[in-house]
């Protein structure tokens, strides 16, 4: 079998990736809904791949590998990477989880970090007004994420919150040292959620990047009587393209507030640093951002090795994304807490997807399904309204 095409349409925002094979068997990927602008670099790779047995999914992915990078430029590479994969499991006739090594578990265990709705204001109350309608969520999360400090509006809404300049580009561009009454106010908000959750359902908060590494430790100890299940991107992540092993691991030597980063990583040795020097609690690395399901699964194996927990990102991943990870997730080891379960976005995504469960998500677990490849199939005949001119082309 060999590879006659390498495709890339937008649809409502996604990038999703087509490869044909002579064999009539194809694939698909997905990258993240934010980044629609990522088409023309998913089509550069398609020189180097066509004509490749795309069943060595390693073997093509020597070709293309080393011409990504970090968020979000990896998740072009991690697109063909979830699709070659599909090809590669319904060639064999099993579920891709069976190729990745088999299932661990039976169903995976999601939280919610994309299940939004609007916060009202940046104050404690509205904090725990908007966490008491996630924790009604049909869903039944066992586990949310709530953004605060930096990975919020309250930089831009909350007078004196920090000694940084603002850039008002993108709050997530923000840093700086925080004023005692930014500190004073986030944890207010962290306390008020806390509240309302009890210890029914864990929270985990995404924080930055740009916290300074004092705040960050004065932040973890301060919280350590809430029992949060993670801070995650403290000093660096989202569009941060590095680490800053060094600095996290100040951060969590100091406390026992389980320290977490690693969305923005591309590829396994740039994990090893967080690995070896004990940087970190917990990873979330993004299927769709590290490089593929393998990447995944390898840096998964390395994590374990070394105490470390994962709970990956996905929160744009989109439907196709959402069967890529609970193939992956079904095969990490015993490290593995739960997965950023990603939303379809628009709404109409449910509707050109077949193959999902309904429901989808039953008391916080996804059972893992059977069928071959990722086991989920864009259905043309629903999908091609919502394509657009330039890519009319995208099913033929
Ligand atoms: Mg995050």
Redesign the pocket.
Known sequence: MHITDLKCAILGGSPVVRITTDAGIEGYGQAEHFKPYLKPHVLFYRDYILGQDPTDVERVMLRIRRLGSFKPWGSAVSAIEMALWDIAGKAAGVPVYKLLGGKVRDKVRVYNGAARFPLAGQEPEQYADNMARMAEAKEGFSIIKQGIGFHSRMPDELPDFSYGERLAVHHQTERGLLTERGLKHVVACVEAMKEVLGDEIGLAL?CGPGWTVPDAIRLAKALEGLHILWL??LIS??YTPYVLAEQYREVTRSTSTPIHTG?QIYLRQNFKALFEMQAVNIVGPDPADIGGLAELKWVAEYADLHGILMAP?GTGDGLIGLAALVQVAATLPRNYIAFEYPVGRPVWWYDIIDGLPDPIVENSFITVWDRPGLGVTLNKNAARQYLAAEDKNFFT
């Open positions: 995404d995650e991107d992540g989202d969305e990102h």
